[in-house]
């Protein structure tokens, strides 16, 4: 495995953020000239993922070689112009796809349990979508209401009734274009029921790769696909995984990580790539098919800034109509902050401390911990909103305290270590590093699991493994009554009556100091101090 360090550096290296270029890996093969010969065909595949119902443009935090910038993107009418654009350019030979964690991720969703989404989605004119792990976040009987709601189709080759073995959705569909006949294979994460609370996917099944070889013969044999896409929500990681164990496949389409792949990662012969996050990119994908075959493919990832696009008016009035009952309620001011407050890190960042310290402080107890979260766009300085809790903590499950042995936070934090910084991709499960408040841990990443911690403090000393903590985390709907953030084995647990959202509000009316340096609550020792990326080869 490449040192996460090295790896950091070489993913920099591999694009700037702006050109609209399109960027391939040295040898990697380049477009035709224009005197090729006819029988040539060529077909463009337009992909969103991990929209996280942002339907309105937002700052977006850009990076590049250790330079950042914020600057104004996405949005639902700014992803439908970027998508109109192309198909004229096109002459209309492009497959629009979706790779999930959609319907969830605002406040409009969350209040309408995503039915907000559906006339905006719909007019982005998609030809098809995988679920993400997010979208069971309503439970069954409403991601079976928004798939029929929705102008395309669904497909997931291992999403599965419990007491029926019947699929929920078909596991690929098939499209002419360009004169060229494409499949769609779709795969969510098999994780889900530990992932997410148990809760939300009761009722449900997901199963592993296993089938998926099969379908990859069955489109090409059965149903004569030139080209066979594979779009999943497992993550780049495991999604370059996947390329290895599923021959037969062009570009795997990867969602879930919200990984900007400037360059396609080559494995196994086939492209892995995934298109970042939040509307805020588009990921292009031109093929050249001859004779039945991929003979010439380029990817470009491009930034839907508000400088380089428009908004189409129509879709922005669509998302305006769709936001309109819930203006008054998500405009409300929370409170407010001096300081830009983002979250896009793997290990530690300003506003997880944030909410981490409001967690503890609601409380009472020696550690807070919050999720490692990948969603929500950066907080510019001024007031703080409502809309903005949802967009930083889309479910408002009640807070949890308990006590926990020393013992107990090593193995805790060991396991989370191994979920994030796996040496094999197919075993990093979840989000990023949960965020302490209270406490710090030092560690190494690439330490073998079980030998990552090196140090653990609480309240500025040692922890001590026969000694009770106190710690306040979420509450997840079907764990069982003495998990707290997958703590088992929880003394004396209590659920409190407030929420997340709460809790924020009342560290907020404190006014409290907000800072947008890191503190050393979670330091990886041989990583750079701010790691914005879990991909390894």
């Not at 290296?13 to 060529?42: E, F, H, M, N, Y």
């Not at 992909?47 to 996405?74: M, N």
Request: aromatic residues 6%; negative net charge.
């Amino acid at each position: 495995m490449m040192p996460l360090l090295s790896l950091l550096g070489a993913l920099f290296s591999l694009g700037g953020l702006g050109s609209g270029c399109a960027l391939t890996r040295p040898g990697a093969i380049t477009p035709p000239a224009d005197s090729v010969s006819s029988q040539r065909k060529q077909l463009t595949v337009l992909y969103v993922a991990d929209l996280h119902a942002q339907l309105r443009a937002h700052p977006e935090l850009f990076w590049h070689e250790g330079k950042e910038r914020i600057e104004e993107a996405g949005g639902f009418a700014r992803v439908a112009a970027a998508i109109q654009r192309i198909r004229a350019e096109r002459g209309g030979d492009v497959l629009v796809l979706d790779a999930g964690d959609t319907i969830q991720g605002s406040g409009a969703a969350a209040l309408t349990e995503g039915e907000a989404l559906i006339a905006p989605l719909n007019a982005l004119g998609l030809d098809g979508a995988v679920p993400g792990n997010w979208e069971v976040v309503y439970g069954p009987r409403v991601l079976r209401q928004r798939a029929r709601e929705l102008k395309h189709p669904l497909v997931a080759a291992n999403l599965r009734d419990a007491a029926s073995g019947e699929r929920l959705f078909p596991p690929y569909f098939m499209k002419e274009v360009g004169g060229v006949k494409v499949a769609v294979v779709g795969f969510t994460d098999p994780d889900v029921p530990r992932r997410q609370p148990p809760g939300y996917s009761q009722g449900l099944r997901y199963d592993g790769p296993e089938e998926l070889p099969a379908l990859v013969r069955e489109v090409r044999e059965r149903e004569g696909a030139q080209v066979v896409l594979l779009m999943t929500h497992v993550g780049l990681a495991k999604a370059v995984g996947l390329a290895a164990r599923v021959p037969g496949v062009d570009v795997h389409l990867s969602g879930d990580t919200h990984e900007r792949t400037y360059a396609p990662i080559e494995k196994a012969g086939s492209w892995v790539v995934e298109p970042g996050a939040f509307g805020s990119f588009l990921g292009r994908l031109d093929l050249w098919v001859e004779e039945g075959r991929v003979v010439d493919r380029r990817w470009e990832l491009i930034e839907l800034t508000a400088s380089r696009f428009p908004e189409d008016p129509k879709v922005a009035r669509l998302v305006d109509a769709a936001l309109a009952p819930h203006e008054a309620k998500l405009s409300a001011t929370v409170g407010h902050t001096d300081v830009t407050l983002a979250r896009y890190a793997v290990v530690e960042n300003p506003l997880d401390n944030v909410l981490a310290d409001a967690i503890r402080a609601a409380g009472g107890t020696q550690i807070g911990l919050s999720n490692g979260f990948r969603f929500g766009t950066p907080l510019l300085p001024g007031p703080v909103r409502e809309a903005d809790l949802w967009n930083l903590f889309p479910i408002v499950n009640k807070l949890k305290t308990g006590k926990v042995s020393g013992r107990q936070l090593r193995a805790f934090w060991e396991q989370e270590l191994e979920n994030v910084f796996a040496k094999d991709p197919q075993k990093r499960f979840g989000g990023w590093l949960p965020r302490p408040s209270g406490m710090t841990l030092h560690f190494r990443a690439n330490a073998p699991r079980g030998e990552r911690l090196l140090a653990i403090e609480v309240g500025g000393r040692p922890v001590e493994d026969d000694r009770l903590y106190t710690v306040t985390a979420c509450e997840r709907e079907g764990d069982t009554p003495d998990m707290v953030c997958r703590i088992p084995g929880v003394q004396e647990p209590h659920v409190l009556d407030i929420d997340a959202h709460e809790a924020v509000r009342r560290f907020l009316a404190g006014k409290p100091r907000l800072n947008d340096a890191l503190q050393g609550r979670a330091v990886g020792e041989d990583l750079p101090p701010v790691l914005r990326t879990q991909q390894v080869e």
